[in-house]
């Protein structure tokens, strides 16, 4: 199947069967250095890209919902500027992601930095995250090289330069 | 790497009458929802049978939420996630407990309600509380020109051991579910049934009761794998009780219901016996608690 899309901003047109995981499609087809081990079955949520904005697990993704669709890797995000609240978060808190989830955690913590004090169709669209609604969506990504307290403390660091920046552009 | 590996063939009606088309053309073909169960197999891909896929996310009416004064209704590919963000007053309480419990809200965006009630080979516990709630499910044979409609509960979808009974050609294409108000709803959810699915159980426990007497008793025991527990007798027992329960009734209803599934020949290991009595003794105790507090 002939696929167009964009990742990391850069039109892609993929030859890939119809029903091959994107995080395969990453690694094998992109050569992504973010993708080095295959997960199977969303259990291990080491695959998480954005897709049009959004995150999601890439390994339940197929070929055939790419069409057109945005993808950005973690090395497209670390290009953003969005990335510097983050890198800003892991150096206050002192403690970051291991190497092998460093890339999803990042961008689930980035997923929900786009939630707060937008209304969107998710449950929590409030001004700030409950620590459980934190620990709970970052649970996705199963290694558990941080603990609770050290998440709460990076997304509520990372959410305070965000809102800085957002009152920047303002 | 994937020689002689096939790539399936995608088709993406845009209405009802294409689906019927597409459906009675690919026998075959697997219906693709959100798509987090198919994948989330292990031998999913690569793999040497890859069925065609009927993609259901274009038809519009598939993703259509309707309001009446008497029900909610939701097509099947309204996602878990928009599901949940409809609101309290709107979606029935153990439902919004058990869509919260569901996976993280990246998965909830994906995953829709047609797939969740649909899993072939694994029960989850939103088919519980849908019964529960005596919801009721639109089932269409997409066989042409047999393209007839039928209504059933949730709960006749699922034979005890949670087997799925709807037909292979046939689809969900609406759920609809009533606004009746429950004095106390309940639901619990131990272990996760994606991860250590022969630890998990749910349950989920809706009554009414009037001057502490009980008019109406429901619940529902399931089991990722192989299991779907509605028993009437238990719940017809419960019927006309007066609150709270004695220490003494609590340990028997509980003892009866462990007793009705071990009789079903599910398979249930000793550590899920151990959580379904536990906590359905929890639900019975915290019946107890809001009846006393409302005295
Ligand atoms: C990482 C992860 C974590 C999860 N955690 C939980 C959890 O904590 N609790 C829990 O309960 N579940 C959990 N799940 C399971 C999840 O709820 C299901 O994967 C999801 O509900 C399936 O929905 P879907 O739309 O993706 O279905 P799909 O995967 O698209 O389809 C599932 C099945 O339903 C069939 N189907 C789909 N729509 C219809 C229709 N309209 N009519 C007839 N058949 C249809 C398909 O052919 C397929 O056989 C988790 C899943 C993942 C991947």
Not at chain 1, 14 to 19: A, E, F, G, T
Not at chain 2, 11 to 33: E, G, Q
Not at chain 2, 210 to 225: G, H
């Amino acid at each position: 199947m002939k696929i167009e899309c964009f990742i990391d901003g850069k039109r892609t047109l993929l030859m890939v069967n119809s029903n091959k995981p994107l995080n395969l499609i990453l690694m094998e087809d992109v050569e992504s250095s973010q993708f080095n081990a295959r997960c199977r079955d969303g259990n291990c949520g080491n695959c998480v890209v954005l897709m049009n904005d959004e995150a999601v697990l890439s390994c339940l993704i197929p070929a055939f919902r790419l069409r057109d669709a945005h993808i950005t890797t973690f090395e497209g995000y670390k290009k953003t500027r969005f990335w510097h609240d983050l890198e800003r978060a892991y150096e206050d808190a002192k403690s970051q992601p291991c190497p092998l989830c460093f890339p999803s955690k990042t961008l689930i913590f980035e997923s929900l930095l786009r939630t707060i004090g937008k209304p969107s169709e998710g449950e929590d669209n409030d001004s700030s995250l409950e620590d459980e609604t934190i620990i709970k969506e970052l649970s996705l990504n199963r290694c558990t090289c941080l603990d609770a307290r050290e998440l709460v403390e990076i997304f509520n660091s990372a959410a305070n330069y965000r809102r800085r920046r957002r009152v920047r552009r303002n | 790497m994937y020689e002689g590996i096939r790539s399936p063939a995608i088709h993406v009606p845009k209405t009802m009458r294409d689906l019927v088309s597409a459906a009675t053309r690919f026998r075959n073909a697997i219906y693709w929802a959100g798509g987090t169960y198919i994948m989330s197999r292990h031998d999913y891909y690569p793999t040497k049978d890859s069925y065609d896929i009927i993609s259901l996310r274009e038809i519009p009416d598939f993703k259509r939420i309707n309001r009446t004064d008497r029900y909610l209704e939701v097509g099947p590919m309204v996602t878990l996630n928009q599901l949940a963000s409809i609101g309290k007053q709107i979606v029935p309480d153990p439902l919004t407990q058990t869509l919260h419990e569901l996976g993280t809200r990246i998965v909830r965006k994906q995953a829709t309600i047609g797939g969740a009630l649909c899993t072939p080979d694994i029960r989850l516990a939103i088919s519980g509380t849908l019964a529960v709630l005596n919801t009721e499910i639109e089932l269409k044979k997409l066989d042409a020109p047999h393209t007839e409609s039928r209504w059933v509960p949730t709960g006749k979808l699922y034979d005890r051991n949670g087997r799925l009974l709807i037909a292979k050609n046939e689809v969900i294409t609406r759920v609809r579910m009533g606004f009746d108000h429950e004095d106390f709803s309940y639901f619990f959810c131990s272990g996760n049934p994606m991860v250590i699915p022969d630890e998990t159980v749910s349950l989920t426990l809706v009554c009414s009761y009037n001057q502490s007497v009980i008019t109406n008793f429901r619940f529902c025991v399931t089991l990722p794998y192989g299991g779907f527990h509605q028993f009437q007798d238990i719940e017809v027992l419960a019927r006309g009780t007066m609150l709270p329960f004695s220490a003494q009734q609590i340990l028997r209803i509980a003892k009866v219901l462990i007793e009705a599934i071990e009789s079903t020949n599910t398979t249930i290991s000793a550590l899920q016996k151990e959580r379904v009595r536990r906590i359905f003794e929890m639900a019975l105790h915290q019946l107890n608690t809001q009846s006393l507090a409302e005295r």
